[in-house]
C-alpha cells in the first residue's frame, strides 16, 4: 500500500528565509506527486504536480519541487518566503490504480 | 465556473441523528472522492467514484453511505452520526485520465455533539 510521509509537523521561519519541506513516499511503480497548499479557513488548493518528464516542477507563487526517484521523495522549495505563505501543505501521491494518499501536512508559519 | 460546491459549510447535529453533504461539480470530471480532514492526520479517504452509477470504499468508510446518480453530483450520507464523524469534510473532483491532481471544494464542517 501507498503510504506518505512529512519530515516536520510545524515550520516557523522569518520573512525572506529559504524553505524547504520534506516528502517522502512508499510505492514501487510509477507515480504522479502533488503538492497542496491549504490557506486559514480555506480549501486545498494545487500548488503543483509532477507526472513525467523533467524532475524539477516549478508551480504557482514561485515554489518548486524536485523528484527523485531513487530517494523515494519529492521535496517542496521556495528560496524566499512572504508572511502570505504561512499556510498547511500537503504532499500526496499516486500510483498507477491507485488512489490519492496525502502525506499528514506539515504548518508553516511566516513570522513578518 | 464554479468547480466543485459543497453544501452545507457548517452544520451541528446531534449524536444519532443523520444528514447529507451535498457536493456537485460542472467541470464533467468523471472521478470524484469525499475526504475528511482532521488534525495530524492530513485527509482521508472516505468512499469514491469513478463514474456515475460507481463508487467504492476508501481507508475510513464506516458509517458513511454514498450514490452517484449522475456525473455532477455526489453526496455524502451519514447514517447515525457520531461525535467521532466530528471533522472537515471535502468533495474533490479530478478527470479520469491525464494525471490531473483534485480540484477541491470549499468544505463542510461538522461537529457532532
Known amino acids: 500500500a501507498q503510504s506518505v510521509s512529512q519530515h516536520n509537523h510545524h515550520v516557523i521561519l522569518s520573512e525572506a528565509a529559504s524553505l524547504e519541506l520534506g516528502c517522502n513516499y512508499s510505492?514501487?511503480?510509477?507515480?504522479?506527486l502533488f503538492w497542496y497548499v491549504q490557506y486559514p479557513g480555506q480549501h486545498l488548493q494545487l500548488l503543483l504536480k509532477?507526472?513525467?518528464?523533467?524532475?524539477l516542477v516549478k508551480g504557482i507563487k514561485g515554489f518548486e519541487a524536485e523528484f527523485i526517484k531513487s530517494k523515494f521523495s519529492f521535496n517542496l522549495r521556495k528560496p524566499s518566503v512572504q508572511w502570505s505563505d504561512t499556510a498547511e501543505y500537503f504532499c500526496?501521491?499516486?500510483?498507477?490504480?491507485?488512489?490519492?494518499?496525502f502525506g499528514p501536512g506539515t504548518r508553516l508559519s511566516v513570522l513578518p | 465556473n464554479a468547480g466543485v460546491t459543497q453544501t452545507p459549510k457548517f452544520q451541528v447535529l446531534k449524536t444519532g441523528q443523520s444528514m447529507t453533504l451535498q457536493c456537485a461539480q460542472d467541470m464533467n470530471h468523471e472521478y470524484m472522492s469525499w475526504y475528511r480532514q482532521d488534525p495530524g492526520m492530513g485527509l482521508r479517504l472516505i468512499h469514491y467514484s469513478v463514474g456515475a452509477g460507481i463508487t467504492d470504499q476508501g481507508e475510513v468508510p464506516n458509517g458513511y453511505n454514498v450514490s452517484r446518480s449522475t456525473t455532477e453530483d455526489f453526496p455524502l450520507r451519514l447514517l447515525s452520526a457520531a461525535p467521532s464523524q466530528t471533522s472537515v469534510y471535502f468533495c474533490?473532483?479530478?478527470?479520469?485520465?491525464?494525471?490531473?491532481?483534485?480540484?477541491f471544494g470549499s468544505g463542510t464542517r461538522l461537529t457532532v455533539v
Open positions: 500526496a501521491v499516486k500510483g498507477y490504480g491507485q488512489n490519492f494518499v
Open positions: 510505492y514501487g511503480g510509477t507515480v504522479n
Open positions: 474533490a473532483s479530478r478527470p479520469g485520465t491525464g494525471g490531473y491532481g483534485y480540484t
Open positions: 509532477y507526472f513525467s518528464g523533467d524532475p
